[in-house]
């Protein structure tokens, strides 16, 4: 058990964009500390703090514990420390008592919970709030629906699912706003198929695209709401776009 008597999470609020007929609720995002541990941290932290074991020997022996752990667990057994349990479990429904399994529906899963330790630590965690986070536009990521792709490989022609944030295409009757394909000449196409226009995806027919690399960019008026802001401004997408 930590030794530590309190906990201080600060929090960031993000307006919910999922309540659509409430526009003042807020949900919370821990602004996270520091750099995720892992094994070679924890090995140097037990050295520093109390152990005359060899870095060496307690990073063997963290690394051993995993391989452990991910055998017993993907072997179909439970394993619990003090702060987790692990369990194996499965997705997906079966209709009836037909004994065989879709792996498109039915799918081998995990389910981690919090050990009675670590909700009894959950109590000294207190809350500090940072303020309202700027919830600014973004493409997070670029699908194309037939081949699965996320890696910025499209087919010409084929659907392309995109999803962020503040991406609806607005006002639509504009020819200057949408989505376009730059290529390293700077020239611009146009996608001209908007099969789905919202704030947080949009999926789109992509341009028969010659191969060459290019740069996914939206252009658009779209803040929240029915408000318009008054210059539309452009999201570029960080990852290139590839068409083979």
């Given at each position: 058990?930590?030794?530590?008597?309190?906990?201080?999470?600060?929090?960031?609020?993000?307006?919910?964009?999922?309540?659509?007929?409430?526009?003042?609720?807020?949900?919370?995002?821990?602004?996270t500390i520091g750099h995720t541990l892992h094994n070679e941290d924890?090995?140097?932290?037990?050295?520093?703090?109390?152990?005359?074991?060899?870095?060496?020997?307690?990073?063997?022996?963290?690394?051993?514990?995993?391989?452990?752990?991910?055998?017993?667990?993907?072997?179909?057994?439970?394993?619990?420390?003090?702060?987790?349990?692990?369990a194996p479990s499965v997705t997906g429904l079966w209709i009836g008592s037909d004994r065989t399994v879709d792996p498109t529906r039915q799918k081998p899963?995990?389910?981690?919970?919090?050990?009675?330790?670590?909700?009894?630590?959950?109590?000294?965690?207190?809350?500090?709030i940072l303020g309202v986070k700027d919830s600014g536009a973004y493409i997070g990521l670029v699908t194309d629906a037939a081949t699965k792709a996320i890696d910025g490989h499209i087919?010409?022609?084929?659907?392309?699912?995109?999803?962020?944030?503040?991406?609806r295409i607005a006002p639509e009757d504009n020819p200057e706003m949408g989505?376009?394909?730059?290529?390293?000449?700077?020239?611009?196409t146009p996608v001209v198929q908007i099969s789905q226009n919202e704030p947080k995806k949009l999926t789109?027919?992509?341009?028969?695209?010659?191969?060459?690399?290019?740069?996914?960019?939206?252009?658009?008026?779209?803040?929240?709401?029915s408000t318009l802001l008054k210059v539309a401004r452009t999201i570029i997408y960080d990852m290139p776009i590839i068409v083979e």
């Open positions: 058990m930590s030794k530590v008597t309190e906990f201080i999470w600060k929090i960031w609020l993000r307006l919910n964009f999922l309540t659509q007929d409430v526009d003042n609720d807020y949900t919370g995002e821990v602004s924890i090995a140097t932290r037990i050295v520093k703090e109390r152990s005359e074991l060899r870095y060496e020997t307690i990073l063997a022996i963290l690394n051993e514990r995993d391989s452990i752990v991910l055998d017993t667990v993907l072997a179909g057994s439970s394993v619990q420390d003090g702060v987790v349990h692990i899963a995990i389910s981690i919970s919090p050990t009675a330790e670590l909700r009894e630590g959950l109590t000294k965690v207190k809350l500090e087919t010409p022609n084929g659907i392309l699912v995109i999803t962020g944030d503040k991406l989505i376009f394909f730059v290529n390293e000449y700077g020239d611009k789109v027919l992509a341009p028969p695209l010659p191969p060459g690399n290019y740069t996914l960019q939206i252009v658009t008026r779209f803040s929240n709401g």
